[in-house]
Nanobody, 127 residues
Framework: QVQLVTSGGGLVQAGGSLRLSCAASGPTLSTKHIGWFRQPPGKEREFVAA??????????SDSVKDRFTIARDNAKSTVAVYLQMNNLKPEDTAVYSC??????????????????WGQGTQVTVSS
């Protein structure tokens, strides 16, 4: 059973930075993407960023491109991914979750391709 553990959320002022972590345990050999999604208050969950596990290709939503960076921890034998969030804006306020996709044909930004989800972590950006 694959489990994902998310950590690193908090309260920050606009312009500040936060780093989220996602650690996966269990049978993760068939991982295709690890993605980050967020759900703002009163809105649907949306794609933020993803990394293709085999080759490290990264994908970002337009709203976070050039401010957020997704990276994997190659030093660890387990699946560990980070989301560095810089220049945070109030509109980045949301519950952030990491997720794992395994389908060969799954798209990095397609929420339907993600089967395993970590618990959410709250990110609040004050103006």
């Amino acid at each position: 059973q694959v489990q994902l553990v998310t950590s690193g959320g908090g309260l920050v002022q606009a312009g500040g930075s936060l780093r989220l972590s996602c650690a996966a345990s269990g049978p993760t050999l068939s991982t295709k993407h690890i993605g980050w999604f967020r759900q703002p208050p009163g809105k649907e969950r949306e794609f933020v960023a993803a990394i293709r596990w085999m080759n490290g290709s990264t994908y970002y939503s337009d709203s976070v491109k050039d401010r957020f960076t997704i990276a994997r921890d190659n030093a660890k034998s387990t699946v560990a991914v980070y989301l560095q969030m810089n220049n945070l804006k109030p509109e980045d306020t949301a519950v952030y979750s990491c997720a794992r996709a395994t389908g060969v044909n799954s798209r990095a930004d397609d929420i339907n391709g993600y089967r395993h989800w970590g618990q959410g972590t709250q990110v609040t950006v004050s103006s």
